[in-house]
C-alpha cells in the first residue's frame, strides 16, 4: 500500500513545475485582514467570519488559486465544483443575516469529498474511473447531506486511487485514470498512499481544509500517516455508508481527514448518525455520546489512559531506526501525560491477520465487492454500466484511459468469478469473526486497555476486519523527509477515548509542519 508511486511525467516537468510551485510561495498573498489562510483550523475561519475579516466567497477564492496553481503537481483533486462560489455567497449572506445554523462548526467551511462519496450536483463520482463518468446517483450521499445541513460547502472531489484500490493488485496507490498520480507534498517522489489519497494530500498542501474520505483496509490511516495530517476511521455503521461507492459493507466506513485532531472532531461531530438507508447505522447509533464528540477535547485526556503496544510485529528494527527512536520518545510523552502504557503484548495469530488471503479477508470481500457494487450501479438513474461485468468489459474497450495493459483488472476478475456468499465465503466470515473475537477483542478486555498504540497505518487489518475505530495523528518525518504517523486504535464506539488520546498526544508533541514539496 505504501509502494513507491511511478512517475506519471517527465521528471523535466517535475522539476519546472516544483519550481513554479515553490517560488510562488513568496509571492503570493496568504493573508486576509492579517489573517493567515494556510494552515488555518475550522475555529481561526471561524472567528474570522465573525469578526468580519474573512468571507466563504474569499476563502473559496483562495482554495481554488491553490488548486489551480499546486493541483498540476500534486492530483488531489479530480474537480471543483462549478457551485462553490453561488454555495459561498450563500453562506456569507446567512451569516450576515444570521440565519439559523450559521453559527455551526462548518458553516460556510470548504469540503473536498473524496471521488467515490455520491453528490446530486454538477459533480461527477466515478471513484476515478471513466466508466462512471456521467453517471447520476438516485440521491446524494447521506454524510454529504449532513455537510450540507451543517452549512458547509462542496468544494469539489478529491482523486482517489481508483476504485478504492479494489480494481488491481499492482496500481500504483493513489493513482487513477481520471485523477492521475497523486504526488506527496512532502516528497514528491514518495506514495502519498491509498485509497484516500486526495482528501489527505489536498488537506496538508492547504488546497482545502476540511475533507471526507473511505476506509475498507487503511484508507484513511495510511493516507493520514503518509501525508502528516490527522484521519479519523470511525467504528463501521457510525457513519452512513449510503450513497458512497462500495467495496463491501461488512468494512466499509467514512471520515474525516482534517489537519488537526479537532478539526477532524468537527466534522465527525457533523457525519454521524442513523440513516435509515443503512442499516448499520441502526446499531453503531448507541456509540453516539450525548453532546457530541468536541466535548472530548480536553487538555488531560491522556490521564489514566491504558495503552497497549504490541512490539511484534509493530516495532521492530524493520521500521527503521529514526522511526523507532521517534516512538520510544513518544511512548515518554504519553507516559509524561498521565497514560499507563502496557507494553509486550501480544495479538494470537497476527500474521494470520495482517495475510490478505491467509485470513479470510480477500474470499469474502470478493464476494462482497460484487454484490454490492452490482446493487449500486443498479440503482443509479443515469449510468455507462450497470453492473461488475459492464465494468470489466468498459475497461477492455477502453483499455488505453483505464491502463489495462500497465495494470490489469485482477482484482475486478476474481470477484466476478464469484456466485454470492457460498461455503467458502462462510468460512472465511466465520474465521474472521473468530481471528478478531481471539485476536484484539481478547487484548483489550484482558488487558483493559484504552487503546492500541502502533505505528503508521499497520494495524489496519486488524481494525478493519472488526468494524473497530482508528485514529491516525503526525508522529514525524523520516531521514527523507517522508511523514509517518501514529495510530490509536480501539474497540467499537470507542471514539471519544480514542479523540481524548489522539488529542493529548497532539497538543503534546504539535508534529505537523507544512509541507516541503521535496523532490
Not at 496500481?171 to 491509498?194: E, F, I, M, T
Not at 450525548?290 to 510485529?313: E, H
Not at 477515548?497 to 493529548?504: E, R, V
Amino acid at each position: 500500500m505504501a509502494a513507491k508511486a511511478p512517475s506519471c511525467i517527465s521528471l523535466f516537468s517535475v522539476l519546472v513545475l516544483i519550481l513554479l510551485a515553490l517560488t510562488s510561495f513568496g509571492s503570493q498573498s496568504f493573508t486576509v485582514h492579517g489573517l493567515s489562510i494556510r494552515e488555518a483550523t475550522i475555529y481561526d475561519l471561524q472567528l474570522a467570519f465573525k469578526q468580519n475579516q474573512l468571507t466563504s466567497r474569499q476563502l473559496v477564492q483562495f482554495y481554488l488559486q491553490e488548486i489551480r496553481r499546486l493541483n498540476p503537481v500534486l492530483n488531489g483533486v479530480i474537480e471543483v465544483n462549478p457551485d462553490a462560489l453561488y454555495q459561498a455567497d450563500k453562506a456569507d449572506y446567512q451569516r450576515k443575516a444570521k440565519a439559523p445554523g450559521y453559527y455551526s462548526g462548518l458553516h460556510g467551511i470548504p469540503v473536498l469529498l473524496k471521488d467515490n462519496i455520491g453528490t446530486r450536483d454538477k459533480l461527477n463520482t466515478t471513484a476515478g474511473s471513466f466508466a462512471l463518468l456521467g453517471s447520476v446517483l438516485p440521491r446524494e450521499a447521506s454524510v454529504v447531506t449532513k455537510l450540507r445541513s451543517a452549512g458547509a460547502i462542496i468544494l469539489g472531489k478529491a482523486s482517489l486511487s481508483e476504485w478504492a484500490q479494489f480494481r488491481s493488485l499492482t496500481a500504483p496507490p493513489g493513482s487513477s485514470p481520471r485523477g492521475g498520480q497523486g504526488k506527496n507534498p512532502y516528497v514528491l517522489s514518495a506514495s502519498p498512499c491509498g485509497s484516500s489519497s486526495g482528501p489527505a494530500i489536498s488537506v496538508a498542501a492547504n488546497l482545502v481544509a476540511v475533507s471526507l474520505g473511505t476506509e475498507t483496509d487503511g484508507s484513511i490511516l495510511c493516507p493520514a500517516s503518509f501525508n502528516s495530517v490527522v484521519g479519523i476511521k470511525p467504528t463501521v455503521g457510525l457513519t452512513s455508508r449510503a450513497g458512497v461507492i462500495p467495496v463491501t459493507p461488512r468494512q466499509d466506513t467514512i471520515g474525516p481527514i482534517c489537519r488537526t485532531v479537532m478539526d477532524a472532531v468537527y466534522v465527525l461531530d457533523a457525519i454521524v448518525g442513523y440513516d435509515y438507508k443503512d442499516q448499520a447505522t441502526k446499531e453503531a447509533s448507541k456509540y453516539i455520546p450525548r453532546g457530541g464528540y468536541k466535548q472530548f477535547l480536553g487538555a488531560y485526556g491522556l490521564k489514566g489512559k491504558r495503552l497497549g503496544i504490541v512490539r511484534n510485529p509493530f516495532f521492530t528494527s524493520g521500521s527503521g531506526s529514526l522511526q523507532i527512536q521517534a516512538f520510544e520518545q513518544h511512548f515518554q510523552t504519553l507516559r509524561q501525560g498521565g497514560a499507563v502504557l502496557v507494553d509486550h503484548l501480544e495479538i494470537a495469530n497476527i500474521d494470520t491477520i495482517l495475510n490478505f488471503n491467509s485470513s479470510g479477508e480477500a474470499i469474502a470481500s470478493l464476494a462482497e465487492f460484487k454484490l454490492a457494487i452490482n446493487s449500486y450501479l443498479k440503482d443509479l438513474v443515469v449510468s455507462p454500466v450497470r453492473s461488475l461485468a459492464d465494468i470489466i468489459a468498459f475497461n477492455l474497450n477502453f483499455s488505453d484511459v483505464e491502463m489495462i495493459k500497465e495494470f490489469g483488472q485482477d482484482i475486478f476478475l476474481a470477484a466476478q468469478a464469484t456466485n454470492g456468499i457460498g461455503n467458502n465465503e462462510k468460512a472465511a466470515l466465520l474465521n474472521l469473526a473468530k481471528l478478531t473475537k481471539d485476536g484484539f477483542e481478547k487484548l483489550m478486555t484482558y488487558n483493559r486497555l484504552d487503546a492500541l498504540v502502533t505505528p503508521g497505518a499497520d494495524v489496519a487489518p486488524v481494525l478493519a476486519i472488526g468494524g473497530f475505530p482508528g485514529i491516525s495523528v503526525p508522529a514525524g518525518y523520516d531521514n527523507k523527509g517522508v511523514p509517518f504517523g501514529i495510530t490509536f486504535g480501539g474497540l467499537k464506539g470507542s471514539e471519544p477515548k480514542l479523540i481524548q488520546i489522539a488529542y493529548g498526544f497532539e497538543q503534546a508533541t504539535k508534529i505537523r509542519k507544512p509541507p516541503t514539496f521535496l523532490p
